[in-house]
C-alpha cells in the first residue's frame, strides 16, 4: 500500500515571499503520478501541479515548481512570489500509474499567506 | 466544457437514514471516483467506477455502495447513516483508462452531508 506524509500541518508566507511545502511517500512501484491540489475554503479540490515518475526534470506551472527526488521518495512544493489568493489547504497525492484513478492524499498542509 | 457537477451541495440526513449522492462528469469521462474527507480521517478513496464496472475499492463497510450509469454518471449510496459519515463527498472524473494520464483527473466541489 502507498502511503503519503506531510510533516507540515500548518505554513505562513508573507505576500510576495517564497513558502515550500514538504511531502514524502512511500511506494513499492516505479511507474507513477505525483500530484499536489489547492482546496480553498470553496472546498474545490484544484490541481496545481503534477509530475509524472519517468520524468527526471521537475514540473513547473507558473509560480509553482516541485522539487521530486524519486530516490529519496520526496515531492515539494515551491511557491514563489506567494499571493493572498494562494490561501488555502494544499495536498499532495499519489497514484499508481496502471492501478484505475485512485489517489492516495496527504493530510494537507493548510498555507496562509499574510499581507 | 462543463466541469464535473455534485448534486446536491448540501444535505442534512437523521441517523438511521440512507442518502443517494449524484456526480455528472465531465463529458466524455468514463471514469469516476468518490472520496470522503473528514477533519479526523483526511481524504480516504471509497471506490472508482469505469464504463459501468467497479474496479476499484477503498476500505469502507459495505453500507456504502455506488453505481455508473450509461451515460457515466455515477450515484454513490450510504444506508443506515450514522453521525460518523457526516463528511464532504467528493467526486472524480478522468477519461484515462490504464497507462498514461494524459489529460486531467478533475474533482467537483463536493457534497456536505451532515448526519444527526
Known amino acids: 500500500a502507498q502511503t503519503v506524509t506531510q510533516s507540515q500541518p500548518e505554513m505562513s508566507v508573507q505576500e510576495a515571499e517564497t513558502v515550500t511545502l514538504s511531502c514524502t511517500y512511500d511506494?513499492?512501484?516505479?511507474?507513477?503520478?505525483l500530484f499536489w491540489y489547492k482546496q480553498p475554503p470553496s472546498r474545490q479540490m484544484i490541481l496545481v501541479i503534477r509530475?509524472?515518475?519517468?520524468?527526471?526534470q521537475n514540473a513547473t506551472e507558473n509560480r509553482f515548481s516541485v522539487n521530486f527526488q524519486k530516490a529519496a521518495k520526496s515531492f515539494s512544493l515551491k511557491i514563489s512570489d506567494s499571493q493572498l489568493g494562494d490561501t488555502a489547504m494544499y495536498f499532495c497525492?499519489?497514484?499508481?500509474?496502471?492501478?484505475?484513478?485512485?489517489?492516495?492524499f496527504g493530510g494537507g498542509t493548510r498555507l496562509m499567506v499574510k499581507p | 466544457k462543463a466541469g464535473v457537477t455534485q448534486t446536491p451541495r448540501y444535505l442534512i440526513k437523521t441517523r438511521g437514514q440512507q442518502v443517494t449522492l449524484s456526480c455528472s462528469p465531465i463529458?466524455?469521462?468514463?471514469?469516476v471516483s468518490w472520496y470522503q474527507q473528514t477533519p479526523g480521517q483526511g481524504l480516504q478513496f471509497l471506490f472508482e467506477?469505469?464504463?459501468?464496472?467497479?474496479?476499484n475499492k477503498g476500505n469502507f463497510p459495505g453500507r456504502f455502495s455506488g453505481r455508473q450509469f450509461s451515460n457515466s454518471r455515477s450515484e454513490m449510496n450510504v444506508s443506515t447513516l450514522e453521525l460518523g459519515d457526516s463528511a464532504l463527498y467528493l467526486c472524480?472524473?478522468?477519461?484515462?483508462?490504464?497507462?498514461?494520464?494524459?489529460?486531467?483527473?478533475?474533482f467537483g466541489s463536493g457534497t456536505r452531508l451532515t448526519v444527526v
Open positions: 472524480a472524473s478522468s477519461n484515462r483508462d490504464r497507462g498514461r494520464l494524459s489529460h486531467g483527473y478533475t
Open positions: 511506494t513499492s512501484e516505479s511507474n507513477y503520478y
Open positions: 509530475q509524472e515518475a519517468y520524468k527526471q
Open positions: 497525492a499519489f497514484m499508481m500509474n496502471n492501478a484505475g484513478n485512485m489517489l492516495t
Open positions: 463529458s466524455g469521462h468514463r471514469s
Open positions: 467506477y469505469f464504463s459501468e464496472t467497479q474496479r
